[in-house]
């Protein structure tokens, strides 16, 4: 599905310091019934977020007027547990555009490259620093350059670089996906199919 | 040059490598159920792209459905929506689709064994993290999200980078009462649930040589909660003699052919693996988790650690053990539960049932503990019945239900109450997990039994030492 091109983020961050954040908490398996990708963003941390009455709880982070932007922070193995790609839609359609954490799980990490979120892993001091720049200034910027490769704590100058493959990069900064390459080579996987050990 | 089993499976299946980029992985095998494929279908439609591959890709019907009367219409309108595109959507592409009723229907990671689509040496995928169980066969089996779906609908092949290699050998046998689920429990609580992230795994030593298929695929299952991309057992008579002659399995001599590969599919002697562990297997008892992530198990007979005994931050610790209502230092043993909860594609094999049986027969299920017995299929339910296990179930006052998830991810009917306490033989204790506001405690069929006759957290050896 054609999601919007990366290039560079400049925005003030949301800060939700739990570290194992699973995708059972970013997005609840009852809301996982629909046939369309619509409203996730709604259910986005749905029981964190709402009270079983449906009013909100207002000590939860994306209840708190003051934390507002297109980048979610997180605490270390963000993402972790069930395959739903929901959860990375839930996170893009509430409005973010990047998570930054000290350690992704696999899976979510592929599906947020997939979709157009980009997960920026940060060493654990930087990640510490971040959280507590924007805990002290929720008007604090980050600034996420994909062509760098390098997220930039506003507030100070500090600088760090992150990881992607150079082919995932050239794939956000394009809008493209993978079904675009995986089509142009249809004939070499047919070929292929003819030969395999089983 | 010296391979691993993971590799030899992994390189054979490889159609391309991207400079700076994945491999595109062929996938000889697809699993689809109705949560994780109507966006799938819908990408496919929207680029006018058909399956490529229609006879590769099996459909059912699982997570969302209910699991008492299922020849009525399912009542919920969005539930019934999604297994209605399931069916049509299988239709109109030519898939094969067990749905609900459909004799072959039940949860995904059961009866693609039991059906013989899970073979040595095949890559496999599903949009559901638990694909790791058909590693159990020394397949390459993991879960995937809906855009890789999507992908693997259009052109049987996805785009990932070639994870590292960890062994991880659980050596010696296993003691009284331990089964295969605490030797799972055992190992994501020494490597934590992030502990072998960016890996895949390949379980070796005697404990999982001496295992049954059913107690393979349940550490499989589990690799996941680790944070393994999946789980591996290399194949041997146990598994040749499980696949011969199931409905998809090679016949002929086309199962020649097959045997002959499956006996290449073991890592050589010399082979290296990026990380290594190795457990001693009579060292582990019966396991049960206190927190909510299946890293946070212990040994049952165990007290709930104390904070700067434990990896990590300690404001996490603290909001799982307040969402449990549990403290640092409490003992497991005694505390008293509400539900008990058998099933799920972790433990909801006919060796889980019998093992469940051989606790409760010729005792009461517990007045304070409401039951969910759930077959993992057809097959596991009638075999329940053949076995005469559902007699020895109702004598004892539990129902046994049909196939289906039920339970472990409370997306269907079946739901843990908010605040109430379930031993689940399932596979996940996160918040939430069983319903809003429930308590989940990971065990196996024999713990989650003896916990449905006393009403409280006991240890099973102590009912088993009662019967010898």
Redesign the interface.
Known sequence: ?AYDKFDIIKSTAVPL????V?T??II???F??????VGFGDNLFR?WRYN?DGSLKADFVLNNPVYKGKILLG???FG???????A?WAIYDYGFRAVVSS?????FR??CL??GVLPVQVSAEFLDRIFAAVHANPETELEINLNDQSITLLSSGEKENFDI????KDNMLNGF???D???N??T???E??TH??? | MSNTLFDKVWDSHVVRKIEGGPDVLFIDRHLIHEVTSPVAFLGLKSRGIKVLYPERTFATADHNTPTINQHLPVEDPLSANQLKALESNSNEYGISHWGLGHQKNGIVHVVGPEYGITQPGATIVCGDSHTSTHGAFGAIAFGIGTSEVEMVLATQCIMQPKPKKMRINVTGSLGFGVTPKDVALFIISQLTTSGATGYFVEYAGGVFEQMTMEGRMTVCNLSIEMGARGGMIAPDETTINYVKGREFSPKGEAWDKALAYYKTLKTDVDAVFDKEYTFDGSKIEPMITYGTNPGMGMGISQDIPSADAVEGGAATYAKSLNYMGFGEGDAMIGKSIDFVFVGSCTNGRIEDFRAFASIVKGRKKADNVTAWLVPGSHIVEAAIKEEGLLDIFTEAGFVLRQPGCSACLAMNDDKIPAGKYAVSTSNRNFEGRQGPGSRTLLASPLVAAAAAVTGKVTDPRELMMEEA
């Open positions: 599905m310091p739990i570290e194992n699973d059972d908490q609840p398996a009852r996982l019934k629909a046939t369309e990708r029981d079983t605490g270390m193995n972790s547990g069930s395959s739903r790609e929901h990375a350690f992704f799980a696999d899976i592929g599906n997939n979709i493959s150079s082919y995932k996906d993978d079904i390459y995986l089509q080579i249809k070499e996987i047919q292929f199919a395999l050990p089983l």
